[in-house]
């Protein structure tokens, strides 16, 4: 098992990620994205952080999950990834980037605004 953290660096993981995710497909479409090897494995590797991240940050602060809308969608979206490799639907893939990853960095964004103290001025 991997070291526990503190909340922050499990959210800063998955904000790090969609970010990368969503520059990667920047100006591509699904069928550039079925056509790029090299951009199929960039985003499925970033959505296996975002997974496995959620999921170690919910072991440590079950607490949190009410806060992560389809928590556990994407811990299982991220095991197919993983394990059932052979089964991914390209379209799938990008239908999660098109609908989903917008509504998650929002809510982690949220969450790190309140788990991150103010600057003091």
């Given at each position: 098992?991997p070291p ?118």
């Open positions: 098992m526990q953290r503190d909340l922050g660096a499990y959210l800063w993981d998955i904000h790090e990620a969609a970010e990368h995710v969503t520059r990667f497909v920047a100006g591509k479409s699904l069928d550039d994205y079925r056509a790029d090897v090299l951009l199929k494995s960039a985003v499925e590797r970033q959505f296996e952080i975002i997974g496995e991240a959620l999921s170690q940050a919910l072991r440590v602060f079950p607490d949190v999950a009410p806060r992560v809308p389809e928590a556990r969608q994407i811990i299982a979206f991220r095991n197919v990834l993983a394990h059932a490799y052979a089964f991914v639907d390209d379209a799938v893939v990008w239908g999660v980037l098109e609908q989903d990853l917008p509504t998650l960095r929002l809510h982690v964004q949220q969450l790190m605004d309140e788990a991150l103290p103010e600057p003091h001025s």
